[in-house]
């Protein structure tokens, strides 16, 4: 339960400060300030960060704890500039909670794609696959039914950034099997992370 006020006291905080700061930067006209999809494309990006476990709006909220999170991006490919170009990503969420048999570790890849609302603010959405640890896929007892050892891998994300290479982000990710398997009860965190390009 902490760890679920404090993730959401830390989003909460992080989204009006980055409200805040996009305000400041919309009173002021700047060519640079246009939309625009696939501002980063060009940069690789490393990002961390730490969520509530088991936190979101789509599968029911069951245990308590706390995930840590880092994900790696890459450049977009040429040939994905046609779709607004999208980083190619890699990425974990390793839990910690209370009970040793609780915790489901993910690891996922996939496409994220960014869109610049003003020079520094900015959101973020990811599409891809994802694995898990979890040992009984039907019938668990101690953790979530996911059904399928593969699943669907989501993730939305408000970034505001610091400098031109370091971003911080409040995020959300969710982890399903749309329906594919028996069970699919859903899995997701929701938190901060920062992230640094070049």
């Known amino acids: 339960m902490r760890a679920k006020i404090f ?83 890699v990425g974990f969420n390793a839990a910690i909670t209370d009970d040793p048999d609780r915790p489901i570790n993910f690891a996922y890849a996939g496409l994220t794609w960014d869109y610049n609302i003003t020079s520094k603010l900015y959101l973020s959405g990811s599409l891809g696959g994802a694995i898990h640890d979890a040992s009984n896929l039907k019938n668990p007892v101690n953790y979530k039914g996911l059904g399928c050892r593969a699943l669907f891998h989501l ?21 399903s099997n749309a329906n594919l398997c028996s069970e699919n009860d859903g899995a997701e965190s929701a938190g901060v992370r920062v992230g640094f390009r070049w």
């Open 155 to 175: 993730g939305a994300a408000v970034g505001y950034d610091i400098t031109p290479n370091v971003t911080v982000q409040a995020y959300a990710d969710h982890f």
């Open 7 to 89: 993730a959401a006291t830390a989003i909460v905080g992080m989204t009006l400060l980055t409200g805040v700061a996009a305000a400041q930067e919309l009173k002021e006209p700047s060519p640079e300030r246009f939309s625009r999809w696939g501002n980063y494309s060009d940069k690789m990006e490393v990002r961390f960060g730490a969520s509530s476990y088991d936190t979101g709006l789509f599968g029911p909220m069951r245990f308590s704890g706390v995930n840590i999170n880092g994900e790696l991006l890459f450049r977009s490919p040429e040939f994905l500039s046609i779709i607004g170009a999208p980083r190619p990503y």
